[in-house]
């Protein structure tokens, strides 16, 4: 529940303190300093999200820009959700969270794609466009739910993990059921 580089910052100031009163030829040495792993992984998450947003805007341009927009909608909502089911759960973003919501959102983008694709499909088969999405949606509708499904049963029993083991693993199945549903 502690911000780690306030945390560190705190820890540096008393390791100074300490160090300023130790003798002339002690010389105190940081050896590791989790605060600066976790600045550099959070500052370079901003620009995988970045790159990762590029990447799925060139994959979704062959749908057209109407059709990869829907697309593109999905991502900022799901995660929306599932930061704030995070955050409300009292778990924070760290390095399993933010597995998770790559784990689930590929799978929401990869669901939105197949979804966005069919529905396509339809009009160049004759069909007028509120009949392709309701056509289109339907044939696989089966497939979308059942994907996303068999995802949140295979990490429940991650959820109820008992002990320090349960403690530790917990917000990854929690981030990764709370984006896709």
């Known amino acids: 529940g502690y911000n780690i580089l306030k945390v560190q910052a705190r820890i540096a100031r008393e390791v100074e303190d300490y160090g300023a009163d130790l003798p002339g030829r002690v010389t105190l040495e940081w050896g590791f300093a989790q605060s600066r792993t976790v600045s550099s992984r959070l500052n370079r998450l901003y620009i995988d999200l970045a790159i990762a947003v590029a990447l799925v805007s060139i994959t979704l341009l062959p749908l057209g820009l109407r059709a990869g927009s829907i697309v ?3 991502i900022p909502l799901s995660l929306a959700f599932g930061l704030a089911c995070i955050y409300f759960l009292g778990y924070s973003l760290n390095q399993l969270s933010i597995a998770g919501f790559v784990l689930a959102l590929g799978l929401l983008v990869d669901d939105s794609i197949v979804v966005v694709e069919n529905i396509t499909r339809h009009p160049r ?3 007028r466009p509120a009949e392709a999405d309701l056509l289109g949606t339907r044939q696989i ?6 994907c996303p499904a068999a995802l ?3 990490f429940l029993p991650l959820m109820v993990l008992p ?3 349960g403690q530790l693993i917990r917000v990854l199945p929690v981030t990764v059921v709370a984006t896709i549903v």
Not at 141 to 146: E, H, S, Y
Request: proline share 0%; hydrophobic share 65%.
């Open 163 to 165: 002990e320090t083991a």
């Open 141 to 146: 509708a089966a497939a979308i739910v059942g």
């Open 125 to 127: 088969l004759g069909y």
């Open 152 to 154: 949140l049963f295979a």
């Open 72 to 74: 593109m909608i999905s």
